[in-house]
Structures are given as structure tokens and as C-alpha cells.
């Protein structure tokens, strides 16, 4: 069986162990075992949610049966009040939550698929939320693209101080990930799954121009300057950066880079 078949079909079987358990009304799937099966690719996991009956909470949470009864677990992870991070001996990883119906009525979360129901249960609507999750999009350059100026200035100065991991986080991420929110201004996004959790998410395929350019934009720890002037060089083209500002970004490169 494919990898792509295995984790549906667990998923599946969940769906027939939460009918013999009991106390379960609804199983979904999210993510790429979600709506978006078409990019389950082998190196997908399974991420669900588990909608129970308002007395069935703990029991859900508290013991893992239901899931042992499907296939064993080598290794489980209770990473929220309300859910796990799982790994079954087979070697297929899995994330998931459990929830009242209640508690998602008014919730955030992406849109799921229905993999299983109780036959009593009729609000199958509530695999798509009410209140989407907000886009990490933002609608203008001005505010991301000056955010990201002055993490490369102040992380070449951290650099040059020796604080060599907090430049690293600065320029490499978080001025990275403030083009990255007005990046659907500058280049033409290719519709491929956007996440709503991570922007950074199957960039490649979003923006293969841009993807291209990237690997000198995040050239490690030990290159942290090099990294902050091709970012600087992209934003220059793109906006008009203060020349005062560039002026002293390339100052503190030239410095660090000795």
C-alpha cells in the first residue's frame, strides 16, 4: 500500500474505532488528509479533530485506546490540554485535538473534510468555521518592508556585537518573514494551498521566482551580513528605502564582515 493510501486508511479505521468506543460524534480531517488531499504527498502526517459528547472530553483525551486499537503507538506527546502528537510503530506521525461541539462553534480553524459520523449527528456544517483564520497577508509595503530595514540594522549591530544567534533570528527570520507577508504584491502568487499558520509554507511552489532567490537571502549563521545585503539589495528594488538607513545597513555589514 501506497504512503499516501496508509494514512487515509488509518484515518478511516479512527472513524470505525471512535463508532465502537462510543461517546465520538465526528471525525475530521485537516490539513492534506483535510480538503486539500490532492497535495498528500509521503511525507504528509494526519492531522484531525475529534468532536465528542459534552461528557466524553477526558475520557477521549485521557486514554489513547481508541488509537492502540488501530494500530500501536510507539510514541505519544499530550502537547496541548486538549489533544497529542502521536507516532505509530509503522512510522506514521499524527496530530490531533479533541473537542465539545460547543467549543468550535465560534473558533478559528481551517476548514476540514468529514471522515466519519455518528448516524445521529447532523451538524456536518461545522467542519468549515464561522470565523476563518485571519491571512498573514498584509495589504500594503510600507509598515512589513520598514519592519524588515530595521531588523537588518539591528541585527547587524548584534552580529558585529557578537550576539551571533539573536542576528541570525533578526535578519534571516524575522526580516525574511516580513517580505514574505507583502510577497503576493511583488510577484504573482501560483494558487497552491496557502496556510493560514505559516506563510513560509510550499513557498516554492508559490513563488518559484522568489524561491529562487531565497538561499542568499538565508545563508546561515556564520554568513549573517552577506544574507542582510542580498535582503537589502531585494527591498531596494522593489521600494524606495531611506538612504540613510541603507547606508548605515551596509556600514554595519562592512563592519561584521571583518
Given at each position: 500500500?501506497?504512503?499516501?493510501?496508509?494514512l487515509?486508511?488509518?484515518?478511516?479505521?479512527?472513524g470505525?474505532?471512535l463508532?465502537?468506543?462510543?461517546?465520538?460524534?465526528?471525525l475530521?480531517?485537516?490539513?492534506?488528509?483535510?480538503?486539500?488531499?490532492?497535495r498528500?504527498?509521503?511525507?504528509?502526517?494526519?492531522?484531525?479533530f475529534?468532536?465528542?459528547?459534552?461528557d466524553?472530553?477526558?475520557?477521549y483525551?485521557?486514554?489513547l485506546?481508541?488509537?492502540?486499537?488501530?494500530?500501536?503507538?510507539?510514541?505519544s506527546?499530550?502537547n496541548?490540554?486538549?489533544?497529542y502528537?502521536?507516532?505509530?510503530?509503522?512510522?506514521?506521525?499524527?496530530?490531533?485535538?479533541?473537542?465539545?461541539e460547543?467549543?468550535?462553534i465560534n473558533s478559528?480553524?481551517?476548514?476540514?473534510r468529514?471522515v466519519?459520523?455518528?448516524p445521529?449527528?447532523?451538524?456536518?456544517?461545522?467542519?468549515?468555521?464561522?470565523?476563518?483564520i485571519?491571512?498573514?497577508?498584509?495589504?500594503?509595503l510600507?509598515?512589513?518592508?520598514?519592519?524588515?530595514?530595521?531588523?537588518?540594522?539591528?541585527?547587524?549591530g548584534?552580529?558585529?556585537?557578537?550576539?551571533?544567534?539573536?542576528?541570525?533570528r533578526?535578519?534571516q527570520g524575522?526580516?525574511?518573514?516580513?517580505?514574505?507577508?507583502?510577497?503576493?504584491?511583488?510577484?504573482?502568487?501560483?494558487?497552491?494551498?496557502?496556510?493560514?499558520?505559516?506563510?513560509?509554507?510550499?513557498?516554492?511552489?508559490?513563488?518559484?521566482?522568489?524561491?529562487?532567490?531565497?538561499?542568499?537571502?538565508?545563508?546561515?549563521?556564520?554568513?549573517?551580513?552577506?544574507?542582510?545585503?542580498?535582503?537589502?539589495?531585494?527591498?531596494?528594488?522593489?521600494?524606495?528605502?531611506?538612504?540613510?538607513?541603507?547606508?548605515?545597513?551596509r556600514?554595519?555589514?562592512?563592519i561584521?564582515?571583518?
Open positions: 500500500m501506497l504512503r499516501t493510501e496508509m487515509l486508511h488509518r484515518l478511516d479505521e479512527i470505525k474505532s463508532e465502537r468506543k462510543g461517546g465520538a460524534l465526528l475530521l480531517g485537516v490539513g492534506s488528509v483535510g480538503i486539500e488531499t490532492a498528500l504527498d509521503d511525507y504528509s502526517d494526519l492531522d484531525f475529534v468532536i465528542v459528547r459534552h466524553q472530553k477526558s475520557r483525551i485521557d486514554h485506546d481508541w488509537l492502540e486499537e488501530v494500530h500501536p503507538l510507539a510514541y506527546f499530550k496541548s490540554e486538549i489533544g502528537k502521536i507516532l505509530f510503530e509503522d512510522g506514521i506521525f499524527g496530530e490531533y485535538a479533541v473537542f465539545e460547543s467549543e468550535l478559528s480553524y481551517t476548514e476540514g468529514v466519519w459520523k455518528d445521529s449527528y447532523n451538524n456536518t456544517g461545522i467542519s468549515k468555521p464561522s470565523n476563518p485571519p491571512s498573514p497577508k498584509k495589504d500594503s510600507d509598515h512589513p518592508l520598514n519592519e524588515a530595514l530595521t531588523n537588518l540594522y539591528v541585527g547587524l548584534r552580529f558585529a556585537r557578537g550576539e551571533r544567534l539573536s542576528a541570525t533578526f535578519v524575522y526580516a525574511v518573514d516580513r517580505i514574505l507577508s507583502v510577497l503576493h504584491l511583488m510577484e504573482q502568487e501560483v494558487d497552491y494551498f496557502p496556510d493560514p499558520f505559516g506563510n513560509e509554507r510550499r513557498l516554492e511552489k508559490r513563488y518559484p521566482r522568489f524561491a529562487e532567490m531565497i538561499a542568499d537571502m538565508i545563508q546561515g549563521y556564520d554568513h549573517v551580513p552577506e544574507s542582510a545585503l542580498r535582503i537589502l539589495s531585494f527591498i531596494e528594488e522593489v521600494y524606495p528605502v531611506n538612504r540613510k538607513l541603507s547606508d548605515e545597513i556600514r554595519l555589514a562592512k561584521s564582515c571583518r
